[in-house]
């Protein structure tokens, strides 16, 4: 088993699952979306929050070194159009509203505006997949970096599953990748794969085993040096190719 499973089984799976999914329901037809511009500085997370969305995760810390509490958000639309009548699989009334993330640094007074992205957390397009942020701590400040989980869970249609993590710093002006942290299980054959990428330092790990035994086999890269990506660069964060060397 060698770091190409997770592309074979995961990344071919990202790409073509969406499809498979779909086949097993009735087509739906997702609403469009138009994304507001979020205000440049606000006195509180609220003033960030438009008309019609609601804050879904609230983070707090110092992202950019200055001692000052930052804010990281979630934001979710609210449009009763985009809550769909589902006659296939997955839930009766199917939820495809999507997200803002939004940072904002602390300044004296409030918070001004330093980043929002519509594309890195995936908008629930398919209702045999589960939604992809799941819990409150999917978007987390950390010793001052910025880390973003999803997860891609299939209730139909494929045995693959994935939860990556995003961590970005603070450098050279915008919000750089500088770590990736993935965990894949193929329910069918019980096999698992955990990557770590350290961007910074060009160095990963590829840990594989089984959900069925303790053993594990640990392999140590050495990833192709490229510029680091900016968070407005990596686009839907559950097909992002991590850039692991190919067996």
């Known amino acids: 088993m060698t770091s190409s499973w997770i592309h074979a089984a995961f990344a071919g799976c990202a790409a073509s ?10 087509p739906l037809s997702i609403p469009d979306v138009t994304y507001p511009t979020l205000p440049a500085q606000a006195a509180s997370a609220d003033g960030f929050t438009p008309t019609g969305w609601r804050q879904e995760i609230l983070a707090k810390g110092d992202l950019n070194g200055d001692g000052v509490e930052d804010l990281a958000l979630l934001l979710r639309n609210q ?31 409030g918070y001004r505006l330093a980043l929002q992205d519509h594309t890195l957390v995936r908008r629930p397009v398919s209702p045999t997949l589960e939604d992809a942020i799941t819990s409150p701590d999917d978007v987390a400040i950390q010793r001052g970096t910025l880390r973003v989980t999803q997860h891609l869970f299939a209730n139909a249609g494929s045995y693959g599953t994935l939860r990556p993590t995003f961590t970005f710093r603070w450098q050279n002006s915008r919000f750089e990748l500088i770590g990736y942290d993935s965990l894949s299980v193929n329910r069918g054959s019980g096999d698992t794969e955990a990557v770590s990428i350290n961007y910074s330092t060009h160095r990963a790990t590829v840990t594989t085993g089984s959900i069925e035994n303790d053993e594990e086999k640990t392999r140590r890269l050495t990833i192709p040096a490229r510029p680091l990506l900016s968070l407005g660069e990596i686009g839907d964060g559950i097909d992002f190719d991590p850039g692991l060397p190919r067996r």
């Open 79 to 109: 449009a009763p159009e985009s809550v769909l009548d589902n006659r296939g699989l997955g839930p009766r009334r199917f939820d495809t509203n999507p997200r803002i993330l939004a940072i904002a640094f602390g300044q004296q007074g």
């Open 17 to 26: 699952l969406l499809a498979a999914t779909t086949s097993l329901a009735q």
